[in-house]
C-alpha cells in the first residue's frame, strides 16, 4: 500500500528526532493490565529494540516481572517467527535484519506479547515496518485458536489519526505509551 509507505517514513524520522529513553514508571500501566489477567505461566514476549523503538529491555529488572519467562523472536526467512527463552545475560546471534534474537532454543509460545510500533491510531491498529512478521504470527495464532495478550508499546508521538489497514493487519489489545493506556 503506497500510503503505508509514506506514513512508515514520515514516522521514521519522527521518532528518529523525538526519540527519549523511559523509566521504569512507564512499565506500570503493564502490570496492572497483566495484574487482570491470572496466567498460570507467565511467558512474556519482548523485541530487541532497533531504529529509535522504545526500550524494553530494562523490563526485566522490575520487581514485578520478576518470576515472568522472557522470550524474543526468532525470525525465518519466509518472513514468519517464532519465539524462544532470552534471559538478561544470554549470548544473541544477528539475524539476516540485523537484529540480535536468541540462540535457538525450545519454541515457547508466549502468554503476552509487547509489540513495537512505528505508528498507531485510536482505534489500536498498528503499523509496522511492512514485512508482516508479527500480524502473520498473531493471525497464525488465531487460526490456531491460541490466545496471546497483545500490546504495542510506543510513545504517544507515534499516534496517527486513522492508519489504513487490510484484513491482515492484526488488531492489538492495548497500546502503552508514556500518556496512558489505550
Known amino acids: 500500500m503506497k500510503k503505508k509507505y509514506f506514513i512508515r517514513k514520515k514516522f521514521y524520522s519522527i521518532r528518529e528526532k523525538k526519540f527519549f529513553k523511559v523509566d521504569k514508571s512507564f512499565f506500570n500501566p503493564l502490570s496492572k493490565i497483566i495484574k487482570k489477567y491470572k496466567y498460570k505461566k507467565k511467558n512474556i514476549s519482548l523485541y530487541y529494540p532497533i531504529s529509535h523503538e522504545l526500550n524494553i529491555l530494562n523490563i526485566v529488572n522490575i520487581k514485578f516481572f520478576k518470576n515472568f519467562k522472557f522470550l524474543l523472536p526468532i525470525i525465518k526467512k ?3 517467527m517464532y519465539f524462544c527463552e532470552w534471559r538478561k545475560n544470554d549470548i544473541l546471534r544477528l539475524n539476516s535484519l540485523g537484529i540480535p534474537e536468541p540462540v535457538k532454543s525450545k519454541i515457547i509460545i508466549p502468554d503476552i506479547i509487547l509489540v513495537p510500533i512505528l505508528a498507531f491510531d485510536k482505534n489500536k491498529n498498528r503499523l509496522g515496518y511492512g ?3 508479527y500480524d502473520r ?6 487460526r490456531k485458536k491460541k490466545r496471546s495478550l497483545v500490546i504495542g508499546i510506543a510513545f504517544y508521538f507515534q499516534k496517527y489519526n486513522k492508519l489504513p489497514t487490510n484484513k491482515s493487519d492484526f488488531k492489538l489489545d492495548y497500546i502503552i505509551t508514556e500518556k496512558g493506556v489505550l
Not at 137 to 142: D, E, F, V
Open 131 to 133: 514485512k508482516g512478521f
Open 78 to 80: 519466509n518472513y514468519s
Open 137 to 142: 504470527y498473531l493471525n497464525s495464532l488465531k
